[in-house]
């Protein structure tokens, strides 16, 4: 059982010369998981594995192409760590106004995002700044702009300040968790301490770790979430997700 979190501080290119049958395999997995995802064009993306770890790298069209294709990654049983090294290549030029006056309308448009959230941008890249009560509206306000053709790249600095923690609020998590039917709750420890919840243990997928986080995020009063479970290949008696 690995776990996810530890951090890469490189990963080098093999040939294939250097991969064992496994890396070759997961390889192959995450290329048919790359064509078969309509959110992908991965006609210029190339993929290598090495003991769980997969490199992305090539160029895609937009920004939104390129998350999509890490998302894609994760969803293969036995990716333990993704390295998203795509270049995302315009088709079509845009303005930094055009992207900035974009910014604004879609940020607007969502009325769960407070109207102190802001977005700069410079050579397509989307920086967002401001304050929220929620989370959920951090993350919300990222997925506005992240679709916008002609962005880059997302950066956000926006301050998650909560209210008060609901008393029961781990409570709250746990039951989340185990009513979301993308996430096999039985093996995830929820603990809180202040406005951050914590989730250790094991799940099956990254796709999981994610969908766990994203419920735990939605919990009031909860500013951070630190996820100490990892995506590892399926336990033994476990349930392959489909």
């Given at each position: 059982m690995v776990l996810i979190g530890t951090s890469l501080a490189s990963i080098?290119?093999?040939?294939?010369?250097?991969?064992?049958?496994?890396?070759?395999?997961l390889r192959n997995a995450v290329m048919r998981q790359l064509a078969w995802d309509?959110?992908?064009?991965?006609?210029?993306?190339?993929?290598?594995?090495?003991?769980?770890?997969v490199t992305l790298t090539g160029y895609i069209d937009t920004y939104a192409g390129k998350l999509a294709a890490e998302r894609a990654a994760k969803r293969v049983v036995g990716v333990r760590a993704v390295a998203n090294d795509i270049d995302v290549r315009l088709r079509l030029e845009r303005t930094d106004t055009d992207i900035a006056q974009d910014s604004a309308r879609a940020l607007r448009l969502l009325s769960t995002i407070p109207d102190g959230v802001q977005a700069a941008v410079h050579n397509g890249r989307v920086t967002l700044t401001?304050?929220?009560?929620?989370?959920?509206?951090?993350?919300?306000?990222?997925?506005?702009?992240?679709?916008?053709?002609?962005?880059?790249n997302v950066i956000s600095y926006v301050s998650v300040a909560p209210g008060a923690v609901a008393r029961d609020v781990r409570h709250r998590i746990v039951r989340a968790l185990h009513e979301n039917a993308d996430v096999d709750a039985r093996h995830i420890l929820v603990t809180v301490a202040g406005d951050t919840a914590t989730l250790t243990g094991t799940v099956a997928t990254w796709l999981q770790r994610e969908s766990a986080?994203?419920?735990?995020?939605?919990?009031?009063?909860?500013?951070?979430?630190?996820?100490?479970?990892?995506?590892?290949?399926?336990?033994?008696?476990?349930?392959?997700?489909?």
């Open positions: 080098g290119h093999l040939t294939t010369a250097n991969l064992t049958p496994t890396d070759i395999r309509p959110e992908v064009d991965a006609s210029a993306v190339g993929v290598s594995a090495t003991e769980g770890t401001g304050n929220v009560q929620w989370l959920f509206q951090k993350e919300g306000a990222e997925q506005a702009v992240r679709h916008i053709r002609g962005v880059r986080e994203r419920a735990s995020a939605s919990a009031p009063g909860i500013a951070h979430v630190q996820s100490d479970h990892g995506a590892a290949e399926p336990r033994p008696g476990g349930r392959r997700p489909g």
